[in-house]
């Protein structure tokens, strides 16, 4: 069984478009993440979910808006698509309490045209 | 925010060889973890340290983190080329409560 999963695997669209990423984990775990890994392979937190309610949200431009509709599910909404926005986001999640291990998923390969 | 800086950003070995990354900040870290990504694949938690000064093995691999726990290292014993891959450290970021600071990582490439 996939631990955190991700659909789509590519994405590809254009300008100005509205997309979304799925993503679900079956770990049991109270917290869920967003992370963006650029063309250099830099990997940054975007959001952060803890048990349905945001934590965290890193200097991320309002376009992107994440929507946990239970502890297992956190999506990603991104509207007004620009060029800038291709790269790979990932979702994670992690066990609440303890050293803060996290599980990732394959990830999302966005390009936009 | 708290920076993680590795080094080297790349490097290109035989297999049987030695190498050394590092990985290092001016922060104190309560914990820093390994991962290891694979093209087309999210990262994969290879080893957490924790306490200053602690030595894991993971097989071909030793992890040791620094006494005053600001930086760690991750030493491979005679390299092979499935251990080729892009290998990153992280620390807790104290802003977030849970999310990881990523170094920019390492990208290793053994041939056979």
């Known amino acids: 069984d996939t631990a955190v999963s991700q659909t789509p695997k590519y994405l590809v669209t254009q300008m100005g478009n509205d997309k979304s990423i799925k993503c679900e984990q079956n770990?049991?775990?109270?917290?869920m993440y967003w992370y963006k890994q650029d063309s250099k392979k830099f990997l940054k937190i975007m959001f952060s979910?803890?048990?349905?309610?945001?934590?965290i949200n890193e200097t991320v431009p309002n376009r992107f808006s994440p929507k946990s509709p239970d502890k297992a599910h956190l999506n990603l909404h991104i509207n007004s698509l620009e060029l800038g926005d291709s790269a790979v986001y990932f979702c994670?999640?992690?066990?609440?309490?303890?050293?803060?291990?996290?599980?990732f998923g394959p990830g999302t390969r966005l390009t936009v045209l | 925010t708290q920076l993680l800086e590795q080094s080297p950003q790349f490097l290109s070995i035989q297999e049987g060889e030695n190498l050394t990354v590092y990985c290092n900040s001016s922060?104190?870290?309560?914990?820093l973890q390994w991962y290891r990504q694979e093209p087309g694949e999210g990262p994969v938690l290879l080893v957490t340290?924790?306490?200053?000064?602690e030595v894991k093995k993971l097989k071909r691999l030793t992890f040791q983190f620094g006494d005053a726990r600001k930086d760690s290292s991750l030493h491979i014993t005679a390299a092979q080329p499935g251990d080729t891959g892009l290998y990153l450290c992280?620390?807790?970021?104290?802003?977030?409560?849970?999310?990881?600071?990523f170094g920019k990582g390492t990208s290793l490439l053994v041939t056979p």
């Open positions: 979910y803890n048990n349905k309610e945001l934590i």
């Open positions: 992280a620390g807790e970021n104290s802003n977030s409560g849970y999310a990881l600071n």
């Open positions: 770990l049991g775990h109270d917290t």
């Open positions: 922060s104190v870290f309560s914990s």
């Open positions: 340290v924790v306490t200053g000064g």
């Open positions: 994670a999640s992690s066990p609440i309490a303890g050293i803060n291990e996290q599980f």
